[in-house]
């Protein structure tokens, strides 16, 4: 295993909504320099991070050019759209050309895979998927590393399982009356506190690597009735009523979600990286959000692209 590196002294956030705020709070505790990018500046929290506007269509503005410039690495959380990466369009240019670039990072998610059956996925899986949404997935991939391997610097591709964490979880979900207790027998998932998420992101940061590609998840592929039935207890919510996967008064983005079922093998992440989740299973993090009252807090949104 690589020895540690020296953090980024300044890193850029593209899309820096609810997961890019907890990876901020994170890096600043050790002394880094954080700025992100949002649709509209004016709506986000006043939680003192700098944030750019950057919106479809229009050129970026002189300051955020000015902060690529001077920015040693890079982290993007923006939605793909059918060509990949917007953000990626709109500041490759100046991305191509800044001095102190030395890291990009990429958010991406296990859409990338094909149905598993239940079966393991891992960073030598083949990306096979023919659903839409991986395949964006898969194309801002691809263009995240070509710059990368243009500059000749290290890249990090993430692919993620579901998150949750504060203000994103089943218990916040059950308190609010949103919650779906639908049921698919033999289906699991993998998750991912968000705070996790930040620690994997400043491990690979601080080994970086050619084209490093991780799969960072829990230890507990769990049916998601187990995960909600846990955060009712827990919580003394009811359990709404159960409701099959297949069943026509779901939407068909619901259905599709509900299609896939594959485990994550998380162990070539953790030894490249010298990282272990602090949160081991849905347990632990819903105790923890419940000890906090921090589930009971107001979601920050995606200001994505």
């Not at 590393?145 to 994103?168: D, T």
């Not at 039935?229 to 008064?249: E, H, K, N, S, Y």
Request: charged share 20%.
């Amino acid at each position: 295993m690589p020895q540690a590196a020296v953090l980024p002294s300044r890193v850029l956030i593209l899309g820096m909504g609810w997961s890019g705020c907890v990876l901020a709070a994170q890096l600043q505790a050790r002394g880094v320099q954080v700025a992100g990018t949002v649709r509209d500046p004016a709506a986000a929290p006043d939680d003192g991070l700098r944030r750019h506007r950057l919106q479809a269509d229009t050129a970026p503005s002189p300051d955020l050019l000015e902060e690529i410039a001077h920015t040693e690495a890079v982290l993007c959380s923006v939605p793909p759209d059918a060509e990949g990466d917007p953000a990626l369009r709109l500041l490759l240019p100046a991305l191509q050309v800044s001095p102190a670039l030395r890291w990009v990072g990429y958010l991406s998610s296990t859409s990338v895979y094909a149905d598993r059956a239940g079966g393991l996925v891992d960073e030598l899986s083949a990306a096979d998927t023919t659903e839409a949404a991986g395949v964006q997935r898969l194309r801002a991939e691809v263009q995240w590393r070509a710059l990368a391997e243009e500059r000749g610097i290290a890249s990090a591709v993430f692919r993620l399982p579901g998150l949750y964490g504060p203000g994103r979880n089943a218990l916040l979900q059950l308190a609010e009356g949103r919650a779906r207790h639908v049921i698919r027998p033999g289906l699991v998932f993998n998750r991912l506190h968000v705070q996790d998420l930040a620690t994997v992101i400043i491990a690979a940061m601080q080994r970086p690597a050619r084209q490093g590609l991780y799969l960072p998840s829990d230890d507990e592929p769990a049916p998601p009735q187990d995960v909600l039935a846990f955060a009712a207890q827990l919580g003394g919510f009811a359990m709404p009523p159960a409701v099959a996967w297949d069943d026509p008064a779901l939407s068909p983005t619901l259905q599709r979600f509900y299609q896939s079922n594959k485990r994550i093998d998380s162990r070539g992440t953790r030894a490249a990286l010298g990282w272990a989740p602090r949160f081991p299973t849905y347990r632990e993090g819903l105790q923890a959000l419940a000890a906090s009252l921090a589930g009971h807090g107001p979601a920050l949104p995606d200001n994505a692209l």
